[in-house]
Nanobody, 116 residues
């Protein structure tokens, strides 16, 4: 059974930093492209960042470029999102997603609140 479990969310002040983690099990993690998505209250889910299976290529939404960094450790079956200088508009539930061809798996999300 595939499981993706996000952690590391919480309350962070604007300009601070936070690191999200996604622990994967039940799949060949190193074969899957991974992504972070987020969904703010009243808004649609949107792509934040993605990384290829081997970690050689990354992609970011314009709104987080230069502030967030996606990374992965295939030896630990883990995905990360380093959030630097978060803004109140980054407040959302953050989800990790694994994709291989037509197969997709989602975690249940972790809430990040950016507020002073």
């Amino acid at each position: 059974q595939v499981q993706l479990v996000e952690s590391g969310g919480g309350l962070v002040q604007p300009g601070g930093s936070l690191r999200l983690s996604c622990a994967a099990s039940g799949l060949s993690f190193s074969l899957y492209a991974m992504s972070w998505y987020r969904q703010a209250p009243g808004k649609e889910r949107e792509l934040v960042a993605s990384i290829t299976a081997a970690g050689g290529s990354t992609n970011y939404a314009d709104s987080v470029k230069g502030r967030f960094t996606i990374s992965r450790d295939n030896a630990k079956n883990a995905l990360y999102l380093q959030m630097n200088s978060p803004k109140p508009e980054d407040t959302a539930v953050y989800y990790c997603k694994a994709r291989l061809g037509i197969k997709e798996y989602w975690g249940k999300g972790t809430l990040v609140t950016v507020s002073s």
